[in-house]
């Protein structure tokens, strides 16, 4: 407009053609100034267009490859995984679940469909997922699931969660499978669709203020023993699977199992699938039972020492 006395409408197409390198003929021919002035227009529109389509380029092709090595990552170290836990859904009771789990040592991997949530997850280091839906039989799959120990679907709709257990159930028989239900009488539907427990947040939460009111210290002191992130003190569950032939029949007294190792035998699972409390020392103890013990690390080392290498 001041080198040629275009108007506005005129001066901008120019640019715009000549920025654009589309090269149309000018509107009216241009003057010596307006020659050199086009030159530098050029060659830094040029310039200025490479860089801005270089960058964009850059960040759209580093995200895609970035995301996408970190998702082979995930799926390599997935692929390896034997007796893990899979968990569907991560809001507030998923979330809990994996910490608790990861507190534990357990190998987890989260099953997710959100988006904003799976964003949230691939923060965390080492946090192994896929995303997907729950309840289909290739996201499942991709979760290793034949090969997982347990699975905790944490969804918050109760008709989901149905889905997911028997999807599941299906595909590996033998696994755990632990449920959230939010409805009363979805535990009983999910039940009959193979979960092992049923877990009702709602329940529990009122039953757990209850108590705190009626008997605040038994409460605290079993949170202690369970929730807490302690190395004083754990109860463990400890099969008899692998327990030594001359162990065999042999009642807890003649184990010398608190003796030699200072843990204590407080309950027992039967094959039949009744518990015993505070068992008495001349119960015999069988290679089907499952022991609940409780002591310090070292003595429940020593506990299973003696158990399964005999006295």
């Known amino acids: 407009m001041l080198i040629e006395d275009y108007r506005f409408l005129d001066a901008l197409y120019m640019t715009i053609i000549t920025i654009s390198t589309v090269g149309f003929s000018e509107v009216v021919p241009l003057s010596d100034y307006g020659k050199i002035f086009t030159i530098f227009l050029i060659v830094i529109s040029l310039g200025v267009f490479g860089y801005v389509l270089t960058s964009i380029t850059?960040?759209?092709?580093?995200?895609?490859?970035?995301?996408?090595?970190?998702?082979?990552?995930?799926?390599?170290?997935?692929?390896?995984?034997?007796?893990?836990?899979?968990?569907?859904?991560?809001?507030?009771?998923?979330?809990?679940?994996?910490?608790e789990l990861m507190e534990h040592d357990e190998k987890v991997v989260i099953v997710e469909k959100r988006d904003h949530v799976i964003e949230r997850i691939t923060d965390i280091p080492g946090m192994l997922y896929v995303q997907g839906d729950a309840s289909s039989e290739d996201v499942l799959e991709v979760a290793q699931i034949r090969r997982a120990k347990a699975l905790i679907t944490a969804l918050p709709n109760d008709a989901d969660n149905i889905f997911v257990v028997l999807t599941a159930r299906e595909m590996n028989p033998g696994m755990r499978i632990i449920s959230r239900a939010s409805n009363f009488g979805s535990d009983v539907k999910l039940r009959r669709a193979g979960a092992t427990n049923v877990i009702m947040p709602d329940r529990i939460g009122g039953q757990r203020m209850a108590k705190l009111v009626a008997q605040p210290d038994v409460v605290e002191f079993i949170e202690y023993i369970l929730l807490q992130n302690t190395k004083d003190v754990q109860l463990l569950e400890i099969t008899c699977t692998n327990m030594a032939?001359?162990?065999?029949?042999?009642?807890?007294?003649?184990?010398?199992?608190?003796?030699?190792?200072?843990?204590?035998?407080?309950?027992?699972?039967?094959?039949?699938?009744?518990?015993?409390?505070?068992?008495?020392?001349?119960?015999?103890?069988?290679?089907?039972?499952?022991?609940?013990?409780?002591?310090?690390?070292?003595?429940?080392?020593?506990?299973?020492?003696?158990?399964?290498?005999?006295?």
Not at 69 to 83: A, G
Not at 250 to 270: C, F, P, Q, V
Not at 277 to 282: A, G, T, V, W, Y
Not at 288 to 311: R, S
């Open 245 to 311: 032939q001359s162990n065999m029949n042999k009642t807890a007294r003649d184990l010398k199992l608190r003796e030699l190792s200072g843990a204590n035998l407080i309950g027992i699972k039967t094959e039949e699938g009744s518990y015993i409390f505070n068992p008495s020392p001349d119960i015999e103890i069988s290679h089907e039972d499952k022991l609940f013990v409780i002591g310090t690390p070292t003595q429940l080392g020593k506990f299973e020492k003696v158990l399964n290498n005999g006295v």
């Open 58 to 99: 850059r960040l759209i092709i580093e995200g895609v490859l970035h995301q996408s090595f970190k998702e082979y990552q995930v799926r390599k170290k997935i692929v390896k995984l034997k007796n893990h836990v899979i968990v569907c859904g991560y809001g507030r009771n998923g979330y809990q679940a994996c910490v």
